[in-house]
């Protein structure tokens, strides 16, 4: 079963979402690993992910607030990283779906 030009594009697509959101995932678990172990906060690699997390997390920051406040931040990452992963790999499926098929007959 040969595949048309555009289920392609649609593959490749769904690809590179999943892809860019995996990353974007990773990043903000690692940032999280940094709070928990208490990186160097002025290290250029812990600012590089405290940039993706407060660019691409936004959205769990400061959603629990325990007394501890390493480990609130360290949820509230993991939170949004398995975020970014779960909806990347559904947008990914989504874009698979919205694929043509092919109509032609063996």
């Given amino acids: 079963m040969a595949r048309t030009g555009s289920t392609?594009?649609?593959a490749l697509l769904a690809t590179v979402v999943r892809v860019v959101a995996s990353v974007i995932g990773a990043l903000i678990i690692a940032h999280?690993?940094?709070?928990?172990?208490e990186a160097n906060p002025t290290n250029p690699l812990v600012e590089f992910t405290a940039g993706i997390r407060d660019s691409f997390g936004w959205f769990t920051k400061d959603l629990f607030q325990p007394d501890d406040a390493k480990i609130g931040e360290t949820i509230n990452d993991a939170l949004a990283a398995l975020?970014?992963?779960?909806?990347?790999?559904?947008?990914?499926?989504?874009?698979?779906?919205?694929?043509?098929?092919?109509?032609?007959?063996?």
């Fill in 32 to 37: 999280a690993v940094f709070v928990f172990f």
């Fill in 83 to 106: 975020i970014w992963v779960i909806a990347g790999n559904l947008l990914s499926k989504l874009i698979v779906r919205l694929a043509p098929t092919s109509s032609a007959k063996a």
């Fill in 8 to 10: 392609r594009i649609f």
